[in-house]
Nanobody, 124 residues
Framework: VQLQASGGGLVQAGGSLRLSCAAS????????IGWFRQAPGKEREFVAV????????FYADSVKGRFTISRDSAKNTDLLQMNSLKPEDTAVYYC??????????????????WGQGTQVTVSS
């Protein structure tokens, strides 16, 4: 599978953005699709994941209630809807595909395929 992330941009605090992760080569439903972000000078951190085969979605505490994963199956694309954005959400966002077990899904090492990042900047 190949992934392409898009949808980043500049938004004011409190605003919204929707990121897309378009897949080609294989159907997304066969993979865990994770979202990670990396701010300057910081480690890449887990944001959210949709488990393969309808196994549920999980979110980092920092985004729970504000971010939502959904899927456009017809377009083989996952979406990350980000609402109530905060300046601390500023980062490069990546989507990734993997087949790891449940306990590993928050670790970037559980994902073997990564899309290119898309920059999200939230101004205060």
């Amino acid at each position: 599978v190949q992934l392409q992330a898009s949808g980043g941009g500049l938004v004011q605090a409190g605003g919204s953005l929707r990121l897309s992760c378009a897949a080609s080569g294989e159907t997304l439903s066969r993979y865990n699709i994770g979202w990670f972000r990396q701010a300057p000078g910081k480690e890449r951190e887990f944001v959210a994941v949709r488990r393969w085969g309808g196994g549920g979605t999980f979110y980092a505490d920092s985004v729970k209630g504000r971010f939502t994963i959904s899927r456009d199956s017809a377009k083989n694309t996952d979406l990350l809807q980000m609402n109530s954005l905060k300046p601390e959400d500023t980062a490069v966002y990546y989507c990734a595909a993997g087949r790891g077990i449940l306990s590993s899904l928050r670790e970037h090492s559980a994902y073997g395929t990564w899309g290119q990042g898309t920059q999200v900047t939230v101004s205060s």
